[in-house]
């Protein structure tokens, strides 16, 4: 009977006191970011090994996620005797949500994991000490700059990412019925504006936020040898994956409600 | 100002200061959940002194070491270095006293991903601005050459033996060329030769450079070669210290037990 007293109370403990942890993180990480000395070469790595390396996938992603849409929004809008709003529906889709969403998801997986994998290794191996007796701030150094990194590159991976679902999307239309890229551009954007390009891709620096702090908190708390980095891995991916589907079911209420 | 300048600016007792150990313990407690690892240790290492802590295992050996260079906070008790107090320091104001401290790690803790060389200029990279790449790759070649690792600069951690990661670490250690060493069983692990000629290479870096030394270890042929006082720890506090001799003229039965065995 204790026991299954107990049980909900250490989990609500242990929830409190993640979060607590993870706010003295931030904060002893966003100190250290505004402080010199900055570590300007770490941070144009991680924006190579974050950025320029995810490239790939995130367009992959995109272009899978363009076709999809394309095939399914014909279906829906030919049901309809919409298809006329087929352009539209696929620009709109992919620029407002999808776009944005994919990219976060993609980049928490491939860089989530590997952040946290990262970290926990050095973490576990003594490194992370190794750096702090070096005199050297290792939230500064490992954790700011793969942050700020996240921050700066997923609008970019996003834009990329819109990018090549918008061109699959067209081809896949213009594989069923001709349509220039011209002709599609120009139907799916009519009536577009700031609004509807720039808060929803700019949303996703709070998804490289997320993304970057839970994996480099997960990473650098690790504890218990090669099992501990596969627990960091792990959770990395699974709570920036979680924490990026809440935080844009916030962040669209927001943008709905500021930029309508 | 930075934090380097206001610790210029605010010395803390400068008189004191010049005669202080330049590592002082004092009753130092800690404890991990229920098991309390330190017990009121104290202890104060001068310059060009070399004391060796020993002990069993689990006996808070190496992390007093860790509470001495500020890897861990201790729960009470006081640490001076160079009659400073560091407990309380943040982590930036402790980075200015790190400087003057070279930490050897068990397992070396070299940078997996860098080179030797790299790894031994790490500390010069992000503190000696003002020498160029050329300078720095040679002050890692030369420090790497003296713990007798020359020609081994291009290799990766995983592709030399645990001495030469020791010995690579060692070198990391020296390179801001600090005032205290303290190392966490630089002999552990390896064969009796790479033993003694670490043991050789700690005893001829400290005639050179007149360190205050830490030497933590279970390896009581090594701490008789390189110290030249011996600390023996039981349930987180000193038994006794003194030479070798002291320890061998003993009648505390912990002592003699630990020497039989040894």
Not at chain 1, 246 to 259: N, R, S, T
Request: net charge negative.
């Amino acid at each position: 009977m204790a026991s299954t007293l107990t049980a909900p109370t250490n989990f609500i403990g242990d929830f409190f006191e993640w979060f607590g942890d993870l706010g003295i993180f931030f904060w002893r990480v966003a100190r250290a970011a505004v402080t010199p000395p900055f570590e300007f070469g770490e941070l144009f790595v991680q924006l190579d090994e974050i950025g320029s390396k995810s490239l790939p996938l995130v367009a992959l992603a995109g272009a899978a996620t363009g076709v999809v849409l394309s095939m399914e929004a014909r279906y829906s809008l030919t049901r309809f005797g919409a298809k006329s709003l087929l352009p539209a529906a696929i620009v709109f889709s992919v620029i407002h949500e999808t776009g944005p969403i994919i990219t976060g998801l993609v980049v928490s997986g491939r860089v989530g994991a590997g952040i946290g994998a990262q970290l926990a290794s050095m973490k576990v191996t003594e490194q992370i000490d190794a750096i702090e007796a070096s005199a050297v701030n290792p939230y500064r150094l490992l954790a700011a700059t793969r942050i700020v990194a996240c921050i700066l590159m997923l609008p970019l991976l996003t834009i990329a990412g819109d990018a090549c679902g918008l061109l699959m999307g067209w081809v896949a239309q213009a594989l069923v019925e001709p349509l220039s890229l011209h002709q599609f551009i120009n139907s799916g954007f009519k009536g577009a504006d700031f609004n509807d390009l720039l808060p929803p891709t700019f949303k996703t620096a709070v998804f490289g936020l997320i993304i970057g702090l839970i994996a480099c908190f997960q990473g650098m708390r690790t504890e218990g040898g090669a099992a501990g980095v596969g627990r960091a891995a792990t959770s990395s991916v699974v709570l920036s994956s979680l924490f990026v589907i809440l935080a844009d079911v916030v962040l669209v209420k927001f943008i709905l409600i500021f930029f309508p | 100002m930075n934090t380097a300048d206001q610790i210029a600016l605010n010395p803390p007792d400068t008189a004191n200061r010049a005669n202080a150990p330049v590592i002082s313990v004092e009753d130092l407690h800690k404890s991990f959940g229920p098991q309390k690892v330190l017990n009121g240790l104290s202890l104060n290492v001068n310059r060009g002194e070399t004391l060796a802590i020993l002990g069993r295992s689990g006996t808070g050996k190496s992390v007093s070491l860790r509470i001495i260079i500020g890897l861990e906070k201790p729960d009470s008790g006081s640490v001076r270095i160079h009659g400073q107090e560091i407990t309380g320091l943040s982590l930036d104001e402790l980075g200015e006293i790190r400087k003057k401290m070279g930490f050897l790690f068990q397992h070396a803790a070299l940078y997996d991903s860098l080179t030797v060389e790299q790894n031994v200029a790490f500390p010069l990279l992000h503190h000696k601005q003002e020498m160029s790449g050329n300078e720095r790759s040679e002050r890692a070649r030369q420090l790497l050459t003296e713990v007798g690792l020359d020609g081994q600069y291009d290799k990766m951690p995983s592709d030399i033996s645990g001495g030469m990661q020791k010995r690579a670490g060692l070198a990391r250690a020296l390179a801001l060329e600090p005032d205290i060493l303290l190392l966490d069983e630089p002999t552990a692990g390896l064969d009796p030769i790479s033993s003694g000629e670490i043991n050789e290479l700690v005893l001829k870096l400290q005639q050179e450079h007149h360190m205050a030394s830490i030497v933590v270890t279970h390896d009581l042929h090594s701490a008789k070669t390189i110290s030249n006082r011996l600390a023996l720890l039981d349930k987180g506090n000193v038994v006794i210290e003194g030479s070798f001799e002291e320890l061998q003229g003993s009648d505390i039965e912990f002592v003699k037990e630990f020497l039989k065995y040894s």
